[in-house]
T-cell receptor, first 117, second 115 residues
Framework: DAMVIQNPRYQVTQFGKPVTLSCSQT?????MYWYQQKSSQAPKLLFH???????NEADTPDNFQSRRPNTSFCFLDIRSPGLGDAAMYLC????????????????FGPGTRLLVL | AQSVSQHNHHVILSEAASLELGCNYS??????LFWYVQYPGQHLQLLLK??????LVKGIKGFEAEFIKSKFSFNLRKPSVQWSDTAEYFC?????????????FGAGTRLAVHP
């Protein structure tokens, strides 16, 4: 039944040690998003993939990268995690990103909570 | 810049009380509006959405929301809450940015319902 799957649910890493979070989807959606959500704050969009087309938000730090090897999988790479990167990371998908398509509803995964020591 | 404001960060209610959570957005174009809910330990899930047509939208679990264009508002309501409604509620607007839709969230309202 799971449609958007994120692994692991909890990730502990060390300051400066690269870490990769993964997301997979069974919806065959074209668009995959990564959000960062800190405690008591709104989810903040980091970037998204429209098929293989990568779209970075202007204020996303260079420390954050992403890969999408195929339709089903998308990875978030944090090259040198800092203490400020501790957060919940959410993956989401939509069928389309086109305005007015009616397909803008986003489906979210359970998130990966990242702890940086 | 587009933004979404949720006025109450924390709400505490007793069971059977009525609920209204405020949401205002700042965006001049055509909007699609959403309420998402996050139950403790679970993922964000869609509660209801407005795309067009009837501004009073009914969602799951007895929730409804009313889009008032003149007030840039999309408040969430439920006439009688239950303990199981304890969760965090996020209002979001789908705004056009760079030629594609981008979901902008409010900071969320944490609802606690006491039995």
């Amino acid at each position: 039944d799971a449609m958007v799957i994120q692994n692991p649910r909890y990730q502990v890493t060390q300051f400066g040690k690269p870490v990769t979070l993964s997301c997979s989807q069974t919806l065959n959606h074209n668009v995959m998003y990564w959000y960062q959500q800190k405690s008591s704050q709104a989810p903040k969009l980091l970037f998204h993939y429209y098929d293989k087309d990568f779209n970075n938000e202007a204020d996303t730090p260079d420390n954050f990268q992403s890969r999408r090897p195929n339709t089903s999988f998308c990875f978030l790479d944090i090259r040198s995690p800092g203490l400020g990167d501790a957060a919940m990371y959410l993956c989401a998908t939509t069928r389309s990103r086109s305005p007015g398509s009616g397909a803008e509803t986003q489906y979210f995964g359970p998130g990966t909570r990242l702890l940086v020591l | 810049a587009q933004s979404v404001s949720q006025h109450n960060h924390h709400v505490i209610l007793s069971e059977a009380a009525s609920l209204e959570l405020g949401c205002n957005y700042s965006y001049g174009g055509t909007v699609n509006l959403f309420w998402y809910v996050q139950y403790p330990g679970q993922h964000l899930q869609l509660l209801l959405k407005y795309f067009s047509g009837d501004p009073l939208v009914k969602g799951i679990k007895g929730f409804e929301a009313e889009f008032i264009k003149s007030k840039f508002s999309f408040n969430l309501r439920k006439p009688s809450v239950q303990w199981s409604d304890t969760a965090e509620y996020f209002c979001a607007v789908n705004a056009l940015s760079g030629g594609y839709n981008k979901l902008i969230f409010g900071a969320g309202t944490r609802l606690a319902v006491h039995p």
